[in-house]
C-alpha cells in the first residue's frame, strides 16, 4: 500500500492499493489547524485500511504556505522513518491535474493569501500517466491571474484529494522517475525569522 499526505491546502490522508484502488481516505478543507488534525487523520486512515504492508509515503511538496506545507511533510517523513520505508516527494498541483488528462492546456489554481494565486500550467499526461508540465509553478497577484493565463482553462482548487496525490506518486515510482526534490515549495518564506547575529561595537 502507498500512503500519501498533503497539507498544501487543507490536511488531506490517503491510503491506495499498489494498483491505485483507494484503501481509505479523509480530509479537512479548513487552510488551518493541519497540526491538531493530522494525527487523528492518519489514526483513521489506517484503522479503516485494514491490514496490509505500506511500502512507501508519498508527501505532498507544495506550493503552500510554510507552516502548514511543514506540517504534513515532518509526519510523512516520521511516519516513513518509523516504518524504514522510503518518501516519494510529489508536486501538489500534479493531484488535481491527474483527473484533467484530455482537456487540452489547462491551468491549476489554488489561493496563496495575501491576494495571491498560485498557478501551474499542464498539458495532458506524460507517457508514464504523470500530469505533463508545461509551465512550473507560478505565484501571481489574483487579480493579474486571467490575463497572466491568456485564455488557457483555469482550474481553481479548493481540497486536494490525498488519493491522486498517491496515484501521481504510485506512478512515479513505476516509471522510476523522481518528480520533486526534498525542498518544499514554499509559496514564500515566514515573516518571523530569526535575529541576524548582534553587531560588535567598539574597537
Given at each position: 500500500?502507498?500512503?500519501?499526505?498533503?497539507?498544501?491546502?487543507?490536511?488531506?490522508?490517503?491510503?491506495?492499493?499498489?494498483?491505485?484502488?483507494?484503501?481509505?481516505e479523509?480530509?479537512?478543507?479548513?487552510?488551518?489547524?493541519?497540526?491538531?488534525?493530522?494525527?487523528?487523520?492518519?489514526?483513521?486512515?489506517?484503522?479503516?485500511?485494514?491490514?496490509?504492508?505500506i511500502?512507501h509515503?508519498?508527501?505532498?511538496?507544495?506550493?503552500?504556505?510554510?507552516?502548514?506545507?511543514?506540517?504534513?511533510?515532518?509526519?510523512?517523513?516520521?511516519?516513513?522513518l518509523?516504518?524504514?520505508?522510503?518518501?516519494?516527494?510529489?508536486?501538489?498541483?500534479?493531484?488535481?491535474?491527474?483527473?484533467?488528462?484530455?482537456?487540452?492546456?489547462?491551468?491549476?489554481?489554488?489561493?496563496?493569501?495575501r491576494?495571491?494565486?498560485?498557478?501551474?500550467?499542464?498539458?495532458?499526461?506524460?507517457?508514464?500517466?504523470?500530469?505533463?508540465?508545461?509551465?512550473?509553478?507560478?505565484?501571481?497577484p489574483?487579480?493579474?491571474?486571467?490575463?497572466?493565463?491568456?485564455g488557457?482553462?483555469?482550474?481553481?482548487?479548493?481540497?486536494?484529494?490525498?488519493?491522486?496525490?498517491?496515484r501521481?506518486?504510485?506512478?512515479?515510482?513505476?516509471?522510476?522517475r523522481?518528480?520533486?526534490?526534498?525542498e518544499p515549495?514554499?509559496?514564500?518564506?515566514?515573516?518571523?525569522?530569526a535575529?541576524?547575529?548582534?553587531k560588535?561595537?567598539g574597537?
Amino acid at each position: 500500500m502507498i500512503l500519501a499526505v498533503d497539507t498544501s491546502l487543507g490536511t488531506a490522508v490517503a491510503l491506495i492499493d499498489d494498483d491505485g484502488a483507494v484503501r481509505a481516505e479523509a480530509r479537512t478543507s479548513d487552510p488551518l489547524g493541519h497540526a491538531e488534525v493530522i494525527g487523528d487523520l492518519l489514526a483513521g486512515v489506517l484503522a479503516e485500511a485494514g491490514p496490509g504492508e505500506i511500502t512507501h509515503v508519498v508527501a505532498g511538496m507544495g506550493p503552500g504556505p510554510f507552516t502548514g506545507l511543514r506540517i504534513g511533510i515532518a509526519a510523512a517523513r516520521a511516519f516513513a522513518l518509523g516504518r524504514g520505508i522510503p518518501v516519494v516527494p510529489v508536486p501538489s498541483h500534479l493531484a488535481p491535474a491527474l483527473g484533467e488528462d484530455g482537456a487540452g492546456r489547462f491551468a491549476i489554481v489554488t489561493d496563496a493569501r495575501r491576494r495571491e494565486v498560485a498557478v501551474t500550467v499542464f498539458e495532458g499526461l506524460d507517457a508514464d500517466g504523470i500530469p505533463s508540465v508545461v509551465a512550473d509553478t507560478a505565484l501571481v497577484p489574483a487579480a493579474d491571474a486571467d490575463a497572466r493565463l491568456d485564455g488557457v482553462r483555469r482550474i481553481d482548487v479548493a481540497e486536494l484529494s490525498a488519493v491522486d496525490l498517491a496515484r501521481v506518486g504510485a506512478r512515479a515510482l513505476a516509471a522510476g522517475r523522481t518528480l520533486a526534490d526534498e525542498e518544499p515549495l514554499y509559496m514564500r518564506q515566514p515573516d518571523v525569522k530569526a535575529p541576524a547575529a548582534p553587531k560588535r561595537v567598539g574597537p
